[in-house]
């Protein structure tokens, strides 16, 4: 199935590691690449695919969804994703939204290594353990307070802050239990890039992580590890 869509793959939006003379948009575009993403400009889940494809070294071509104009909501995104959400990930025939099954599938296919998605199955466990964590209660809070009153008609109440905190607490537990600065145990793995990028998102309200040392250290790692792309410009202006 190919679908043709209208959309600009924009040079800021380019993880900074790509913006290497071989590595500008123009090459990717004249590249014809099985893989595709589309992707929102710093939306957390879509960033968590782009860091998951980055360091696993693949080539794909970054497709920008413009979320303001509503492109996600038309009848033929529906056709990528019926769920009309961002990211969607395309290789060959495989079609499919939610990152996490994204960042699942690309760790099962290419990682070889089996560091980022771990074979074994306790290590494998606690990986998946908290990729679900993060879509069930750590980014579902964190968007509910930080990006739904960004972006639509939503208030900010006591309740939402009450209950972005314990999503901090339980993370900054999990962290200090395995006394680790990554999501997963004593290295990086594909559970620490949406649980950063939901992190990232508490910079757009200037909200201090002071009370959450782990999570603190956890968010800063990635500001060292170039694993993690640093595009974070929505965030800080909003
Ligand atoms: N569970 C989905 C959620 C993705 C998501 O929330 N994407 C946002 C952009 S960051 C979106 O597409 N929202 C659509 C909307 O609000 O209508 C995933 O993890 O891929």
Known sequence: MEIVFSLQISHSILPWSLNTSQDTSESILQRSC?????????????????????????????????????????????????????PVLVDGDLVMGESNAILQYLGDKYDTSGKLYPKDPRARAIVNH????????YYRN?????????????????????????????????????NTVYAAGSHLTIADFPLVTATMCLEAISFKLNQWPFVEKCSKECEINTKFCKERRHFRRS
């Open 34 to 86: 099985a893989m595709k993403l589309y992707s929102v400009s710093d939306g957390p889940p879509s960033l968590a695919c782009r860091q998951a494809l980055k360091a696993l070294n693949i080539e794909y071509e970054l497709i920008d969804v413009d979320y303001g104009k509503g492109e996600h909501m038309t009848e033929e995104y529906a056709k990528l994703n019926p769920q009309k959400e961002i």
């Open 142 to 178: 964190i968007s509910e307070y930080v990006m739904a009153p960004i972006f639509f008609d939503y208030e900010r109440t006591p309740l939402g802050l009450k209950k972005l905190k314990m999503a901090l607490d339980i993370f900054n537990t999990y962290l200090q239990r395995e």
């Open 130 to 137: 908290r990729l679900c964590f993060n879509l069930a209660y």
